[in-house]
């Protein structure tokens, strides 16, 4: 593998150990899920991370208190606001859930995606 420039990080998924969580609680999801994250950049300073991360299909109801951008990799999935008013999206499309969000988020297949998250 070649050197990378100086402040430059390569989201290389076999370079560090994924983080893998089991989401159970019926209060947020519709059914418990395996999810596994690789964090491949953080800035706490910042309150900034970016990575990878992939999980199973599954509904979750979430109330968003930090901006994410999103690039599916591979997979679709269906967010919806608490209006009701739902956009699917799949490989290839990228979205920005901003903070105040409140809806679900919805995995209709296993989802891959790169994150960027700032607190």
């Not at 290389?12 to 418990?32: G, S």
Request: aromatic letters at 10%; charged letters at 25%.
């Amino acid at each position: 593998m070649a050197p990378l420039p100086r402040h430059v990080i390569a989201f290389e998924k076999d370079t560090i150990e994924p983080r893998q969580t089991i989401t159970a609680d019926p209060a947020v999801v519709d059914q418990p899920y395996r999810a596994q994250s690789w964090r491949h950049f953080a800035n706490v300073d910042k309150g900034a991370m970016a990575g990878i991360w992939e999980a199973e299909p599954h509904l979750e109801r979430v109330d968003c208190d930090y901006d994410e951008l999103c690039h599916i990799l591979e997979g679709t999935v269906r967010l919806t606001d608490a209006a009701g008013v739902a956009r699917t999206f799949g490989q290839g499309d990228s979205f920005v859930v901003a903070a105040g969000f409140k809806g679900t988020w919805e995995n209709l297949t296993h989802v891959r995606k790169v994150f960027f998250i700032l607190a």
